[in-house]
């Protein structure tokens, strides 16, 4: 929080419908969510919440859902929905609409979603999650013993991975939605040189949005 960026928290109770056969879009999840499902807390795992042996150990699709309310007063800046990591991909949809996906489970991610949220009315954040790994994942996961390596280190484990520690899944870090000026910075370079006893440092910043100038101190 500053006076030029507001923050608002969407971490708590949402809901979870799970998806074993990726029907969800043919469905129109992001469209009508289903009733019924699981309570699940975020940030965290969806394996360290459930009883059920089965869903537990669950790695496929799962739908994440929530609503939420944005104050009036954040009409006319810009908002970013950011999530602090959901493992291994997340595709996200707001009011309906597909803002975009990300994959791998330990980096942030976000969207502008200045023009999809609503002010008079509650938003619906719906966020597809699977955990489906594969040679090219990380960490690695279902790969065929008959290929030798690492593969044939633990055959036979539930999850079929192969290694020692479980692949949780689920919104593993904090969810915010974020509000910021017309103009901001989104990146910064620093270059130093020296030669001889005089020292320089160039700035380089990377900015969106309308700015007359930028100001260091």
Known sequence: ESTTRWNQSLDG????HFDPEHRGMDLNYPGAPPAGGHEIAVPGSINEQLMDRELYHNMDWVWYFRTFSVSPAWSG????????????????????????????????????????????????LVVRVDNLLDATTIPQGRLDPAVGGVANWRRDNYPD?????????????????????????????????VQGSAASIQLAAHYTGRADRLDVS
Do not use: C, M
């Open 77 to 124: 800046r810009r908002l970013f929905l950011r999530f602090g990591a959901v493992n291994y991909r997340a595709e996200v949809f707001l009011n309906q609409r597909r803002l975009g996906s990300h994959e791998g489970g330990y980096t942030p991610f976000e969207f502008e979603v200045t023009d999809q949220v609503h002010f008079d009315k509650p938003n619906v």
């Open 161 to 193: 991975v192969h290694y020692d520690f479980f692949p949780f899944t689920g919104i593993h870090r904090p969810v915010v939605l974020y509000a910021t000026g017309d103009a901001r910075i989104e990146k910064l370079k620093l270059t130093s040189s």
């Open 13 to 16: 109770i949402w809901t979870i």
